[in-house]
Each structure stands twice: as structure tokens, then as C-alpha cells.
């Protein structure tokens, strides 16, 4: 036992290394692709009539007249005292607005997404898998392509559409609904900092608000598991041990969710550490189309307002969650299959 | 009364290419307290009768005959019936043990497991208490039930499927190429092992395999398997000293001792399951063959008592016995 904590403390370790030059690559990129991208900042901040005078004054200010290496080596001087900055458009911290207000939103759409691509992915899988090449089979698994190939915007706008606009059962945007303010930051994310202070009706508003940005972006991703719990489950219902466990007479709903699915669990666990990135992706173009706060919306806003450090800030943030999370998965991995150790 | 009785059992698969015959009117007889040897090349349905036997076959497959078990037609009984003969009478255990128990399971749960099918009033130390038992017996420590499945090596995991296979004291356990992925040491170890707990739980035990040598070790009798049909059936002694099928002389013939001086192979190869030759299936391939052979298919009939065979030829080739049987197919070839 103790032997095996070393060998995973060993494995946390040569992640976090492994994850410095990852960054380092990652934000030499962003800057220079922002900085090459056509636009200028300070034009989106004060518009296009602004006095020339004033814009090289605040161009000045910004340190943006510098050589451009000397504003990376700046930069970087300043990531690795772990300090993101402040935004040039609205001058607040960077880490602040990230970390308080628009992380927790996010954090709390992939959470809620996540359950329902699992909810609908797996059950569905399972039964596609146990009813092969039956009718329920043939319709889960067109249910899958479609609904994985369909554009988040696209479907997010019908779901608008339908049930915000015609039925009016959901809203159609937002966090929380107008008159109805946020429960005190505690996690940031609504609906625990909600329950955590006792205000129920903050919560299930909040809970309104995730629902169609949660079920769009989970229904898109539930494609994906779908189709690796069917095969994963194919190849599992055909393995020797799920025979073996038939021919020791063991009730055949027991092989089924004993055997088969708990070993197809195993790969579909590794692909949801890389399914982390897409989720991330999908969110940004959910947030988008629901108004929601997110880091996705706070991405768009600041790529479109041209505000370098924020968008800097922001891709740093996400590559750290992606980092970690796969890491999280791959530990979760080790617990479920006694064959993984690291 | 037989223990077990099977009875023109037929196992065809529907595969694209046509139905495989993979069993084609298999008949025999086993007694309590005895072994039988079934051998066969690869793919003759040796393996395919040891699922049937149980009837988890795979959809595709379609099977009919009798399977009398204490008296009871097994094919004619529903579900439930069937799952609970499995493992409390009839234990099945495999060829390769490595893939046989379930990963993600320690070897305790396998035994937890299925005493939860079958006996849900045991309690769980009860269970653990047999199960520890099992595991002296078959010389394993119950420390052992702790381990994970990857953590035991070859041989100890077969002697863990066997234990498992021995939870409810069945009548009969089929053993289908039970040493083949182990090597000689460990192979004999688990014979010996079989033939102690055959006596120990007064069990019979159908033996699949395609090694003679395991055959002539354990079994009392032999039944020997060529293309789904069972070409010839006797006494141990009798197969081995009098086979009366030539394609059993050429098994016998083929088996390498120390004397051999080149490998001694059969010519041909075994006929396609989708379509048979239409007379004797191993006509084709049969040095004795004559054109009766070709057209007409041989039934397997007694010729002495107690010693059946599926041959036009065979009360013929009996008299010439005196033939030496290593190379008289090896001639034919030349």
C-alpha cells in the first residue's frame, strides 16, 4: 500500500513538471497569435473617433509602444509571480474576474452538462449494446451520430426557440432571472452557494437557468458515450469472462451490470479525460448563445474587445483545468481497474 | 441410469457464409464417477459441444437433440431451470484461465457472486468459509481469495476456476482444454489435482482436449471427434491399443514419442462445416477409402461390446491389426 501512494505521489510530480513546458508553449503562442491578429486594443477601447494624442498616451501607459520582445518577457516575468495581470479594457485583475465570477459559471454549465451527457449517454449505450442490431439498437445509435454532429449554436438556438420562445418553459438566457440576486459568493457557482446559505428559490432559479444550456451542450456530448459504452460493451458481453460468468449460472441481468458494464466503464472513464478539452470548447460556444457569464463568454468579449491580458489570462486558466482534470481522470482510472498503477 | 445422456445433439451456427455444422448428431453416454475423453483436431466442435452442454452458446447458434441429465431433457426446460443446473450441477471450466475471471474482480467475489445466483440464504461469511475450504483443497490459500485475478499466475488462477467450479458439489464438470495454456509442470500438477477431486467429490468429468497424452493419463473412456461427429467411442484400452477408425490410427499415429525418427502427419486437411463431404467425413482424407465411403454415410454402431465406430471398413481393418499403424497412413501419402 504505501508503496503504491509513492508511486502516485511520484506520478503527481512528473505531471506538474511535465505541465510547466505545456504552459510555457501555450502562452508564448497566445500572445503572439493575439498580437499578430489584426485589431489594436486601445481602438476597441475608445472607439474609432478618439484624438490621436489621447490613444498614444494610453497606448504608452498599456507598455504596448515597447518592442514586442520586451512585452513578452514582461509578461512572462509577470505569469510566473503568478499574477495574470489587469484587463486592459476595464482594468480589474484578471485572476479576480476569472477565479470570482466567471470560472465558478463555467465550472457549474460543465458540471451540469456532464450529468446529462452521462445520464443519457450511458443508459442508452447500454441498452443500444444489450439490444444489438434490434430496433432500439438502430434508433440510439442514429440518435448518437445526429445528435453529435449537430452545431451547439444551431441546436441551442431551436432549444431556445422551442422552449423559450414558443412554450416558454425555460429562459432563454442568463444566470439568474432580473430582480433576483446572487446568492453570496461562497463557491461562486449559484446553485451550491444557493443551497449552502439555505435560499431555495436562488436555487432553483438557478437551476432553471443551467437547465437549457446544461441540456444542449450534454445531449451533444452525450453522442460521444453512447458510442463508446455500445462498443465498449460489445466486446465486453463477447469476453470470456462474461461467458464464464454465464456458465456458472450467474443471473443474466448481473452479467450484464456486473461484468460487461463495469468493464466497459474502464475505457470510457480514459475517454472522458479527453473529452475534458471538448467540453470546455462546447462551453464556450454554449455561454455564447445563452448569454451565459462564463469563461467562453468572457473568452468571446475579450478576442472581440482585443484585450490581450485577458485573453491571455483566460487560455492559461483553461489549460490548467485541462491539465489537471486529465490528471484527475487518470487517478480515477488507477482506483477503478486494480490493473493501473502508476 | 446414465448420469448424463446426449442424445443426435446438432449445435449449427448461421454464420454468412452458410450454416457450420459444428456438431452434427453427437451421442453419447457418460456414467457417474466416470471420465471421458473427448479428442479432436482443432475445430472439429469439441468446444462448441462443451457450451452446448450447458446451452451458452452465442445467438448465432441453433441447437437440438437431447441432453438427458438425471433422467431430465435440459434442452426442454425453460430459462431459470437451466441457470440454476449450471454450476450446481454441471461446472464448466476452460482453456484459458487467464481471461476466465473478471479483472475488476477480486477471486472472493467471483465465489460471492455466485453463491448470490444460486443460493441467496447463505450468509456471506458462510460463503467465504466454503470458498476458503475450496481453496485448501485445491491447494491454494484462502488468502488468496483477496487477490485480484492479474495478480495469480497461471496455474494458480486454473486452480481458482476450479475451486470456484467446485462450490455446489456438482455431478459433472467439463473441463474444456483445461492445461493448454500451461506449461508441463503446472499441466500435470492440475490433472493430478483433477483426478483428487474427482474422487474427493465423487464427480464425473468430460475431458476436452486435443492431447492424447492427457487422455491416456486420465480418462476411462474416450470418444474421439472428427469434422462434429464422434467417429469412434470406447474403453481407454480399447482406443488406444484397438482403434478400428483409421482416422484414430492416424491420431495415434501422429503422437511423437522418442523413437520418431520425422513427424508423422495425416495428409489433407479437415473438411469444410458449411459443406461437408456427403459420405464419410473423413473419406477424403482416408487411406481405406473406398467408393461406399464417398456416397454413404457410416453410423457410429457398436462393433465389440462396449467399443462403437463410424467405419464401412472397420470390422475389415480389425483383422489385419497386425499392420503397424504408425506410418500406414504416412505410405498412403508418399
Not at chain 1, 420562445?165 to 432571472?177: A, C, E, M
Not at chain 1, 455564447?288 to 489570462?313: A, P
Not at chain 2, 431451470?81 to 487467464?98: G, S, T
Request: aromatic fraction near 8%; glycine fraction near 8%.
Amino acid at each position: 500500500m504505501a508503496e503504491r501512494k509513492g508511486s502516485l505521489r511520484s506520478y503527481i510530480l512528473s505531471r506538474i513538471i511535465l505541465a510547466i513546458p505545456m504552459l510555457l508553449i501555450i502562452i508564448t503562442f497566445v500572445f503572439f497569435i493575439m498580437r499578430v491578429a489584426p485589431g489594436d486594443p486601445v481602438a476597441a477601447m475608445l472607439g474609432p473617433h478618439a484624438p490621436l494624442a489621447y490613444k498614444e498616451k494610453l497606448r504608452e501607459e498599456l507598455g504596448l509602444t515597447l518592442p514586442l520582445y520586451q512585452q513578452y518577457l514582461n509578461y512572462l516575468a509577470q505569469v510566473f509571480t503568478l499574477n495574470l495581470g489587469s484587463s486592459l479594457t476595464t482594468g480589474d485583475s484578471v485572476a479576480t474576474d476569472i477565479f470570482v465570477y466567471y470560472f465558478p459559471a463555467t465550472l457549474e454549465l460543465t458540471i451540469f452538462s456532464t450529468i446529462v451527457a452521462l445520464g443519457v449517454g450511458i443508459p442508452l449505450g447500454k441498452i443500444a449494446a444489450v439490444k444489438r442490431d434490434k430496433k432500439a439498437d438502430v434508433v440510439i445509435r442514429l440518435f448518437g451520430i445526429i445528435i453529435y454532429a449537430l452545431p451547439i449554436y444551431w441546436f441551442g438556438f431551436m432549444l431556445q426557440l422551442l422552449f423559450g420562445y414558443y412554450l416558454g418553459i425555460f429562459p432563454t438566457g442568463g444566470r439568474l432571472s432580473p430582480g433576483i440576486t446572487p446568492p453570496p459568493h461562497i463557491t461562486g457557482l449559484y446553485t451550491i452557494d444557493s443551497l449552502l446559505t439555505g435560499n431555495i428559490s436562488t436555487f432553483l432559479d438557478a437551476l432553471w437557468h443551467l437547465a437549457l444550456p446544461s441540456i444542449t451542450l450534454g445531449l451533444i456530448l452525450s453522442g460521444v458515450f453512447i458510442r463508446t459504452i455500445r462498443v465498449n460493451m460489445l466486446n465486453t458481453l463477447q469476453s470470456d469472462y462474461v461467458q464464464a460468468a454465464r456458465a456458472r449460472g450467474v443471473d443474466e441481468k448481473e452479467v450484464i451490470n456486473r461484468h460487461a458494464y463495469r468493464n466497459a466503464l474502464v475505457p470510457v472513464v480514459t475517454i472522458m479525460g479527453m473529452e475534458i478539452a471538448l467540453l470546455f470548447a462546447g462551453a464556450v460556444l454554449t455561454e455564447t448563445t445563452y448569454s451565459f457569464k462564463g469563461m467562453g463568454y468572457l473568452l468571446v468579449w475579450s478576442i472581440q474587445n482585443r484585450d490581450y491580458t485577458m485573453v491571455q489570462g483566460a487560455v492559461i486558466v483553461y489549460s490548467i483545468i485541462i491539465i489537471l482534470f486529465s490528471g484527475i481522470i487518470d487517478i480515477i482510472n488507477a482506483y477503478i481497474d486494480p490493473r493501473i498503477r502508476y | 441410469m446414465s448420469l448424463l445422456s446426449v442424445r443426435n445433439l446438432r449445435i449449427y451456427y448461421s454464420s454468412s457464409r452458410g450454416i457450420v455444422k459444428a456438431v452434427d448428431g453427437v451421442t453419447f453416454d457418460i456414467e457417474r464417477e466416470e471420465t471421458l475423453g473427448i479428442v479432436g483436431e482443432s475445430g472439429c466442435g469439441k468446444s462448441t459441444l462443451a457450451m452446448g452442454l450447458l446451452d451458452i452458446l452465442p445467438p448465432s447458434a441453433n441447437i437440438s437433440g437431447e441432453i438427458i441429465l438425471d433422467g431430465e431433457n435440459i434442452l426442454e426446460k425453460e430459462k431459470e431451470y437451466l441457470r440454476k443446473i449450471r454450476h450446481e450441477k454441471v461446472a464448466l471450466i476452460f482453456q484459458d484461465p487467464m481471461t476466465r475471471l473478471d479483472p475488476l474482480m477480486k477471486i472472493k467475489d467471483h465465489f460471492l457472486e455466485t453463491f448470490r445466483s444460486h443460493k441467496r440464504d447463505v450468509k456471506e461469511e458462510e460463503a467465504l468459509r466454503i470458498a476458503g475450504n475450496l481453496m485448501n483443497s485445491v491447494g491454494l490459500s484462502p488468502e488468496v481469495l483477496d487477490y485480484y485475478p492479474h495478480e495469480l499466475s497461471g496455474g494458480m488462477r486454473q486452480r481458482a476456476m476450479i475451486a470456484l467450479a467446485l462450490v455446489f458439489n456438482p455431478q459433472l464438470l467439463i473441463a474444456d482444454e483445461p492445461t493448454t495454456s500451461l506449461d508441463v509442470i503446472v499441466e500435470a500438477q492440475i490433472l493430478q489435482l483433477m483426478n483428487k477431486i474427482k474422487k474427493e467429490f465423487h464427480m464425473s468429468i468430460i475431458l476436452i482436449t486435443h492431447n492424447l497424452g492427457i487422455v491416456a493419463e486420465m480418462a476411462d473412456r474416450v470418444a474421439v471427434m472428427y469434422a462434429g461427429k464422434i467417429v469412434e467411442i470406447g474403453s481407454l484400452a480399447d482406443i488406444f491399443t484397438r482403434p478400428l477408425h483409421p482416422y484414430t490410427r492416424g491420431l495415434l499415429g501422429s503422437v511423437i514419442t522418442l523413437e520418431s525418427r520425422e513427424l508423422v502427419t495425416m495428409p489433407g486437411e479437415p473438411p469444410d462445416l458449411i459443406n461437408p463431404p456427403k459420405g464419410c467425413r473423413f473419406a477424403p482424407r482416408c487411406p481405406y477409402a473406398i467408393e461406399m465411403c464417398m456416397n454413404s454415410e457410416p453410423s457410429l454402431q457398436e462393433a465389440v461390446k462396449g467399443h462403437s465406430v463410424a467405419c464401412f471398413r472397420a470390422l475389415e481393418l480389425m483383422e489385419e491389426r497386425d499392420i503397424l499403424y504408425r506410418g500406414d497412413i504416412a505410405e498412403k501419402a508418399d
